[in-house]
């Protein structure tokens, strides 16, 4: 394992799984709970960079799931691709009640 590394991640399109194993490093962004589906939903954002692969490149509106916690990450940012290397944003609702 990467000492970047955090999470192995399985990729998920309409439920059907595009990928598994993805070694992933996943950033908390340090920003108040965003508040989406009309402000009803209090979610946290993540940073997510690729650990030694570039495809599949994520699409907006697949998820990532964490193959460790089963937490599941929905994609929603533009994906920029590096030579050998992906970064995007994820959220994941948080749980909690602001």
């Known amino acids: 394992m990467s000492i970047f590394q955090t999470a192995l991640m399985t990729l998920q399109r309409n439920g059907t799984v595009i990928a598994q194993h993805l070694p992933c490093q996943v950033d908390t962004v340090n920003l108040p709970y965003n508040m989406e589906a009309q402000g009803l939903i209090p979610t946290d954002w993540f940073d997510v960079y690729s650990i030694g692969w570039t495809s599949p490149v994520p699409q907006r509106g697949d998820y990532l799931v964490d193959e460790a916690t089963t ?11 590096g030579i050998n290397t992906l970064q995007f944003r994820v959220s994941r609702p948080s749980g909690a009640t602001p």
Do not use: D, G, W
Request: glycine residues 0%.
């Open 71 to 81: 937490a599941k990450y929905s994609v929603f940012s533009t994906i920029f691709q």
